[in-house]
């Protein structure tokens, strides 16, 4: 079956001298792994430059559902961003944010919402010139909506514990080791007050920042199997100092 659809690049990885392995995560067919040649000469339409970390793509290939890998019958740049690959600080967060989604998205079918999401906020964030220091918090808690663990903020107050397993706040501490104290539990309920038009009245600094992308991951790996430790994390911790 031919398909059509939008993507975006999570990962490539280099297979022999002329072949790459891609990662996509498309908006009609969720999580899609490509196998494809690099022509070599620069007149094909498959480029390697297409190919970086959260490109928008479009792409045409014969859908094959039991086939582990897709091959390409045609793919285009469908919406190039003007600050993202250029800006040392936006490079940084999207390197870290394509490694998060290629570990969070990775059993993901077709999800139409939370592909939108994505892209919709990653045009946000190449579109933004100044006050994004904590747009990748909020990019990660919001996502959590989409796969299946936002957390409940019901019963949530300055006195309560948040169990990170169930995804709620209690009164009392739960019975396992996964959850926040009381002082820390806040942070959540003030993470899920953001959002990108008003992220920027939430003042932190770089400590506290950082610590908020350690609970993020945490939870992550709580509710997503498999979900590791980040190769790019060290790199963003030292932003916005």
């Not at 939008?6 to 072949?19: R, T």
């Not at 430059?49 to 039991?66: A, G, H």
């Not at 490694?99 to 999401?117: G, I, S």
């Not at 080791?177 to 820390?184: G, H």
Request: with cysteine; aromatic share 14%.
């Amino acid at each position: 079956m031919e398909m059509k659809t939008s993507a975006i690049v999570l990962h490539a990885l280099k297979y022999g001298e002329s072949q790459l392995i891609v990662d996509l995560f498309t908006r009609d067919a969720g999580r899609v792994s490509f196998f494809c040649h690099l022509p070599k000469s620069n007149k094909g339409k498959i480029k390697k430059q297409l190919f970086q970390p959260l490109t928008l793509l479009e792409v045409v290939f014969d859908y094959r559902p039991q086939a582990s890998m897709q091959r390409f019958r045609d793919l285009r740049l469908a919406k190039p961003f003007g600050s993202v690959p250029f800006d040392p600080v936006k490079l940084s967060i999207s390197l870290f944010l394509a490694e998060f989604l290629n570990y969070a998205t990775r059993n993901e079918q077709q999800n139409e919402l939370l592909y939108d999401y994505v892209e919709d906020s990653l045009l946000w964030l190449d579109n933004v010139s100044e006050q994004y220091a904590n747009f990748h918090l909020v990019f990660m808690m919001r996502l959590s909506r989409f796969i299946g663990f936002f957390p409940n903020l019901a019963e949530s107050d300055a006195h309560q514990w948040f169990d990170l397993r169930n995804s709620v706040f209690t009164a009392v501490r739960p019975p396992h080791p996964d959850y926040l104290e009381p002082a820390e539990a806040s942070r959540i309920a003030l993470l899920m007050r953001m959002n990108y038009k008003n992220m920027h009245l939430f003042r932190m600094s770089q400590a506290e920042r950082n610590r908020c992308v350690e609970i993020i991951l945490n939870y992550y790996r709580l509710h997503v199997p498999g979900f590791p430790e980040m190769k790019s994390l060290p790199v963003l911790q030292t932003l916005f100092r």
